[in-house]
């Protein structure tokens, strides 16, 4: 199984470190014929075709197919899909995200695909990111070189963002 590791600093003396997502707690361990070091849940594996786009069209709920035909629509499903051009980490939005913009704008959004990947790229950070890793308030670059504030509201435990 590959394995991932990550290590982040997210403040000043606080360091937190992923394997394949998971938060290391607690590092070698000596037992008797090796060392452990302990995880905060089973670790799952890497997929070995890391394609972003099959990770979203295979969504049980379906809740991403929306931002799937924009991404067609603009192209950019070739490029994420295409993981040497990575890593990418992708903060997709669901379909309700799309219904809540006000009829006008997405129309001009269809209309403008210039503008709808603009829209898009401000949902793609040029790099792996684990929520792990993340800490309130934390200012990503993301592709389309504008900057997005990361926060929890609480109770949902999934990043939100404001574009800057």
């Given amino acids: 199984m590959p394995i991932r590791f990550f290590a982040f600093s997210s ?3 606080i360091k937190v470190t992923t394997v394949n997502g998971a938060v290391v707690s607690q590092v070698d361990l000596p037992i008797p014929v090796g060392v452990v070091h302990v995880v905060d849940r089973v670790l799952a594996p890497i ?15 379906q ?16 490029e994420l899909a295409d993981y040497s051009t990575g890593p990418w980490t992708v903060f997709a939005p669901v379909n ?9 704008e997405l129309e001009d959004l269809i209309r403008n695909t210039g503008r709808l990947r603009e829209l898009l790229l401000n949902h793609v950070a040029g790099k792996t990111l684990y929520s792990a890793g993340l800490r309130s308030h934390q200012v990503v670059k993301m592709a389309s070189g504008r900057h997005l504030n990361l926060f929890r509201r ?3 435990g999934f990043p939100q963002g404001l574009i800057k």
């Fill in 11 to 13: 403040l000043p003396g």
């Fill in 96 to 104: 309700d995200a799309f219904m809540n913009l006000p009829m006008s």
């Fill in 63 to 78: 809740r991403f197919t929306t931002f799937l035909k924009a991404l067609r629509a603009t192209k950019l499903d070739r």
């Fill in 154 to 156: 609480t109770g949902d």
């Fill in 47 to 61: 997929t070995n075709d890391r394609d972003i786009i099959r990770a979203l069209s295979s969504d049980p709920l």
